[in-house]
């Protein structure tokens, strides 16, 4: 089958277009308002961007409460979604007026970022602590604004558990990272398998 998107005639009871680009890493969104109430949010179109320097993004579809607290103090953190935390993560994006703590709905323990003013996932095997470097709203074809809008962070700290490292490394099958495909489906990252790259002589 083929469809043309700007119609979205597909013929399917969902749109397929999120469990297309899957499996997507879930970043457990942390931030703080200007008025000190914690927030804790997961957004599955999330990801590491750049490597020099360090920057992830999130994307916000619609104005939701992580986008106005990063607008407002410029900080967020992103804690590492396990396995063992999916319920708890779920609990968190639950639909509250601003200011509610998804820590506390979660039964969560929030933790104070070193560099950031912004909270993390205590129980998170690992969390980055993020600066915000720029929030766009990406453009359509005809160069209108869309409903989302992307925040980009550098990373300023890093909590690493001691509990997921083995061999100088950090072993995935322990940290039993989730990642999002689509419609209600999710998955577990612990089946890990090496490849190196070819090589030419």
């Avoid at 939701?64 to 967020?76: A, D, I, Y």
Wanted: with cysteine; aromatic share 8%; glycine share 8%.
């Amino acid at each position: 089958m083929f469809y043309a998107t700007d119609e979205n005639l597909h013929g399917l009871p969902r749109d397929p277009f999120k469990a297309i680009v899957a499996p997507r890493p879930i970043g457990w969104i942390g931030t703080r308002g200007r008025d000190g109430s914690r927030n804790l949010s997961p957004y599955s179109f999330f990801n590491a961007v750049s490597d020099k320097p360090k920057i992830v993004m999130f994307s916000s579809g619609g104005r939701k409460h992580s986008l106005r607290n990063c607008e407002e103090t410029g900080m967020f953190t992103a804690s590492l979604v396990s396995a063992h935390m999916a319920a708890q993560m779920n609990l968190s994006s639950i639909a509250v007026p601003y200011g509610t703590d998804e820590f506390e709905i979660a039964g969560l323990t929030p933790a104070d970022g070193i560099l950031v003013d912004a909270p993390y996932v205590a129980e998170a095997f690992a969390a980055l602590e993020c600066r915000v470097t720029q929030i766009l709203q990406p453009a359509t074809l005809s160069g209108e604004p869309g409903d989302n809008w992307v925040v980009f962070g550098q990373v300023v700290g890093i909590h690493l558990s001691e509990a997921v490292i083995r061999d100088g490394r950090i072993d995935m099958a322990l940290a039993r990272p989730i990642a999002r495909l689509g419609y209600l489906d999710y998955c577990e990252g612990s089946n890990i398998f090496e490849m190196e790259r070819p090589r030419t002589d």
